[in-house]
């Protein structure tokens, strides 16, 4: 069945004083007007998340939004894939399609104001609890685990990670809904960083933001401004690094993309630019050679060269990807198709992707536990 993105919405993703309902509405609300559309003509409702419970104590958030709804009563439920909950709603919809139509999908997500260790044990509860966890493993420890493999295999240096995070800061000063828009981030900001988990300091890791985001999603296309999902896919893997055999890549993430392509009818020659789940800069590196936009361990050469920036050959996260635009967990995925969209429409202003015909999104849930990839076109 065909499938649309026929209205998108996003906040700003960052620290915010709001709740998640204000979040949810304020994504919705500009999906809808976009789409040309009231809550009256949806068919369903998915709403991605992953903390409310443990950082909110909210769930039955599908409820929640319900409630932004007076009177209308939606087939509604709530999709958790931690960090890939999104795309992973995303892919959902585009599926259920010949039962529901049109579908609005909202990812949302607060996680400022909590004490770090807090917060870092329950970003945790993404990654195995018992196997990697318990051991001391958080997130930043498992992507430095990524990384120091990939530069022993490979020979990527730490350079490498400072230019995925200057490329990412300088596009998210031209995105006002990014995490970091008002940051001019330098080398000297870089060098400054602490350790966070060797060899990742403060600038190759994502911040911690809050916000939300909004797609239509529908069988039939609305209006000249609506984007074509090509393909979409997912995947899934053991959750413990201890169970993997190969730190370099995420296999969910090869098969999503392999899939998601065929189904699209196109190989990787073809993307325009991506939208790709830079948690930690290595892991702009890895989704870079899972998707076949290099071979492996040969991301860098194409970071060296510049090619990623939004003037080059194929243009890594135009948005700031998670990095600068921040990462309100629930809610990036639904970001990424957010951006994809206004990119491939021509909306995006100063970061546009001149001539963008084929955008892939890639959302990754733990350290690649589970990945989803989309593949949209434009709009005809
Ligand atoms: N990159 C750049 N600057 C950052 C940053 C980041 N990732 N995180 C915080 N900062 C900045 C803040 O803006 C603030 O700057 P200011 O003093 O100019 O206002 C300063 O650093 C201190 O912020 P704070 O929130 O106290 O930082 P922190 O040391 O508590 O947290 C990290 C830093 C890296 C530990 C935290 O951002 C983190 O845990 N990131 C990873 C989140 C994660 O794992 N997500 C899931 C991945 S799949």
Not at 217 to 243: C, E, H
Not at 305 to 321: E, F, K, L, R
Request: one cysteine or more.
């Amino acid at each position: 069945m065909p499938a649309f993105v026929i209205g998108v919405g996003k906040t700003r993703f960052g620290p915010s004083g709001h709740d998640i309902p204000y979040l949810a509405q304020e994504a919705m609300a500009e999906a809808l007007t976009d789409a040309g559309i009231g809550v009256a003509d949806l068919g369903a409702l998915i709403v991605a998340n992953f903390l409310g419970g443990p950082n909110e104590h909210q769930l039955h958030l599908n409820s929640v939004v319900a409630g932004l709804m007076p009177g209308v009563r939606l087939p509604s439920w709530r999709v958790e894939a931690a960090c890939a909950s999104g795309a992973a709603a995303i892919h959902q919809a585009v599926a259920l399609l010949g039962t529901y139509d049109p579908i609005l999908v909202i990812g949302v997500e607060r996680l400022s104001g909590l004490p770090g260790a807090v917060l870092t044990r329950n970003i945790g509860m993404a990654g195995d609890v018992v196997l990697d966890q318990a051991q001391g493993l958080n997130f930043p420890a498992s992507y430095a685990l990524v990384a120091q493999r990939h530069m022993q295999r490979y020979g990527t240096t730490t350079r490498d990670f400072e230019l995925v995070s200057l490329k990412n800061h300088a596009n998210a000063q031209l995105n006002p809904k990014a995490h970091f828009h008002l940051k001019r981030v330098t080398q000297a900001d870089i060098d400054a960083g602490a350790t966070v988990a060797s060899p990742l300091r403060l600038f190759d890791c994502c911040p911690v933001s809050d916000g939300a985001a909004a797609a239509v999603i529908s069988a039939t296309a609305s209006d000249g401004r609506s984007v074509p999902v090509l393909g979409s896919a997912i995947r899934s893997d053991a959750i413990s690094l201890s169970q993997r055999e190969d730190h370099t890549t995420f296999p969910a993430a090869r098969e999503a993309a392999e899939d998601a392509y065929r189904k699209a009818g196109i190989s990787s020659a073809d993307v325009s630019f991506a939208e790709v789940h830079d948690c930690f800069t290595i892991a702009e590196i890895v989704a870079m050679e899972d998707l076949g936009l290099a071979e492996p361990g040969y991301a860098t050469g194409m970071v060296r060269d510049g090619q990623t920036a939004i003037g080059g050959s194929v243009p890594i996260n135009p948005s700031g990807g998670l990095k600068a635009g921040g990462h309100a967990i629930g809610a990036t995925g639904v970001g990424q198709v957010y951006e994809a969209v206004t990119q491939l429409r021509g909306e995006a202003g100063q970061r546009q992707v001149a001539g963008a015909e084929i955008a892939v999104t890639h959302n990754v849930g733990g350290v690649g536990g589970t990945c989803a990839v989309h593949v949209l076109g434009r709009p005809s």
